[in-house]
């Protein structure tokens, strides 16, 4: 007898709603004979029908499961990348917020999406990371990973961020500045895009730097290849800076690091359910106006 399908249910519990959409996802997966398994600090928010078992937060909680299923807004998907990415399990994202860029599917398409795993009828795509390590005369401080950014900004809002950027070993610009990001491709929709970085299509490998708020004549976003490494120096006589990696990960910089990020060696893996062209999903998710003169 083959062993029974588990997934990993990721929900963000703090909305009423979102609870009763699990307990729909729940019965759909349970009539099909699909096991749930769910994160210790989401289960007391959640009926136990929803769950077979539940399990540690950690690089462990997704190991053996199918897939990582998640129901939630872009900040519920990059939890739920982070706890799969150690193990390569790869992450369904249902959107139950806002924008929701990472999402595979909206909420109106959920029991399609249910039905799509049950029946495996699903794609998997890899999408590249970043991996960061920041040292201290020559001591790691930070040895962490990105799939949308990591940032190096300034800790306290009335002070500047004095900073330089290298690439592949060679110096490129100092400023003073807010802070500096290296996005994925994956990440130039999200705060890279908020930054004023360009827009890359998840299928180029490449890493963008985008300075926030510098103070400098050259200050422009830079694109360079998916095997460069970038390297931003704090300055030692400056302020303190913050290294921030998706949002999730933190670690409190001194003046004088140097932070390099170069891409990833494990990606994530998402789930893809269709075929849908990443410039319609750009169009639709931003709401862009393609009716222009020509449809006069």
């Excluded at 795509?125 to 990105?146: K, L, N, Y």
Aim: net charge negative.
């Amino acid at each position: 007898m083959s062993p029974a399908r588990e997934i990993l249910l990721v929900v963000h519990t703090g909305r009423t709603e979102n609870r009763r959409t699990a307990e729909k996802v729940a019965g759909w997966f349970g009539s099909a004979g699909v096991l749930l398994r769910v994160l210790e600090s989401e289960a007391p928010d959640l009926d136990p029908s929803c769950y077979s078992r539940v399990v540690p937060v950690g690089p462990k909680a997704a190991e053996g499961a199918e897939l990582v299923f998640v129901l939630g807004g872009d900040g519920t998907f990059l939890r739920a990348a982070e706890l799969a990415h150690a193990t390569g399990v790869p992450v369904l994202g249902v959107n139950l917020g806002r924008v929701g860029f990472l999402a595979e599917a909206e909420s109106d398409a959920l029991e399609d999406a249910v039905q799509r795993v049950v029946e495996q009828t699903y794609r998997v795509e890899e999408r590249m990371t970043v991996d960061v390590t920041a040292t201290v005369d020559g001591v790691v401080v930070a040895d962490t990973w990105a799939l949308n950014e990591a940032s190096v900004e300034k800790s306290s809002r009335e002070r500047i961020l004095d900073v330089m950027i290298e690439v592949d070993g060679r110096s490129v610009s100092s400023f003073g500045c807010d802070g500096v990001l290296c996005a994925t491709p994956t990440g130039s929709t999200a705060y890279a895009y908020s930054a004023g970085g360009p827009i890359v299509w998840p299928d180029v490998q490449a890493m963008l730097v985008v300075p926030s708020n510098a103070h400098a004549m050259f200050s422009r976003p830079m694109v360079v290849g998916p095997h460069s490494r970038v390297a931003i120096e704090v300055d030692p006589e400056g302020h303190e800076a913050v290294l921030c990696c998706d949002g999730r990960r933190t670690v409190e910089i001194p003046p004088g690091a140097r932070i390099e990020v170069r891409g990833g060696r494990t990606p994530v893996r998402l789930v893809r359910l269709g075929d849908e062209h990443f410039t319609d999903r750009l169009v639709d998710k931003f709401d862009l106006p393609v009716h222009g003169w020509r449809s006069r």
